[in-house]
């Protein structure tokens, strides 16, 4: 009655859970949502017996306001993550090829695998995206690349020359998602950002999220934008009212309340940057640092498991470790358990 290929489909795995410890390997924010948000969601909820607006006009408006976009340009999802699978689904099926680098965002294979597509992963260089390799592993059969910027979990970023240079190779009618999922925390100044490049090329879109900087995790909320064809595409395949009223609430009540958002922002990054420096980690222009395997004193998922009988929960991959910058609270108890 399954489909014979689901077999080998690997399941995603999320951030380790456990009750009473410091948990940072979800990349979530410590603190709640901004107190407007929570209002504006504690009001809606109370009218949660009628669906939410399929279309979601205002957090769309409110976004296009924020973006300096039409609201055609833009589709809300439950998280960029449904809104990556559905790029996947309106490019991509059996034979078609989903080019993404490795590692990155672990769900990238396995949303061309749910369509029967082959995934291609392309190896990073020095832990950051590699675009000249990316650009090369491009087919016939290439129907869609995504670029983390900043790449989850190196938190490293390309520069805009080489996204441009990149882009020149890619050929029209392969879309460019630029996964712009931790954009809130980038500071750095030579980097590309997606709204500089719809005009100019029609295939990019990009995608961000309400639960990383925003604190709305729980709530599920990201957007894409991009030229209206795609918009319109990835609306067609979208799940109907998948993005409740109540995310709806809480997302345009945490685009008005930006400089409270800018607030917490400059905290995390502080954090960041002390953990990147007690820990001698590689630069990061994310809400974590990066740990590479090869210079840690153990393997990654020993050191976790340690971590975690210390209190303290962090992501290990076998190439490396990721620990989410949160509060200064959470750094201490961290650094704390860090006796290696």
């Known amino acids: 009655m399954i489909r014979a290929d689901l077999a080998a489909l690997p399941a995603y795995v999320p951030g380790k859970r456990q009750d009473g410890a410091t948990k940072l390997s979800s990349n979530e924010t410590t603190q709640p949502p901004l107190p407007a948000a929570v209002a504006a969601m504690r009001d809606v909820a109370a009218g949660a017996n009628r669906y939410p607006d399929m279309g979601a006009i205002e957090l769309r408006t409110e976004l296009a306001d924020h ?17 990556c699978q559905q790029l996947v689904q309106i490019t991509s099926t059996v034979g078609d090829e989903v080019v993404f680098p490795w590692r990155s965002f672990e769900a990238y294979p396995l949303f061309a695998q749910v369509v029967g597509a082959t995934p291609v992963a392309v190896p990073l260089k020095d832990d950051g995206v590699d675009l000249e390799a990316m650009a090369a592993a491009i087919t016939e059969r290439t129907r869609l690349v995504f670029v983390c910027n900043p790449n989850n979990p190196t938190g490293t970023t390309v520069t805009s020359g080489e996204f441009i240079k990149f882009l020149s190779k890619v050929p029209s009618d392969v879309i460019v998602a630029l996964d712009e999922a931790y954009f809130e925390y980038n500071k750095a100044t030579d980097t590309p950002v997606a709204t500089d490049f719809l005009a100019s090329h029609p295939n990019v879109v990009g995608l961000r999220t309400f639960s990383k900087a925003y604190s709305l995790a729980g709530v599920r909320v990201g957007y894409c934008f991009g030229a209206v064809p795609i918009i319109e595409a990835l609306n067609k395949v979208a799940i109907p009212f998948s993005v409740s009223s109540v995310a709806q609430a809480g997302a345009v009540a945490s685009l008005r309340a930006r400089d409270e958002l800018a607030e917490r922002v400059a905290l995390t990054v502080t954090e960041r940057e002390r953990l990147s420096t007690a820990l001698g980690t590689i630069p990061s222009e994310a809400n974590f640092v990066w740990l590479p395997a ?14 975690a009988d210390r209190g303290v929960l962090v992501r ?7 620990i989410t910058a949160t509060t200064a609270e959470e750094t201490d108890k961290l650094l704390e358990a860090w006796d290696f």
């Open 67 to 83: 973006l300096g976009l039409s609201l055609e340009q833009i589709a809300v999802g439950t998280g960029s993550s449904a809104l």
């Open 294 to 307: 090869s210079s840690l004193p153990r393997p990654p998922a020993e050191i976790a498991s340690v971590l």
């Open 316 to 322: 290990a991959f076998p190439e490396g470790i990721r």
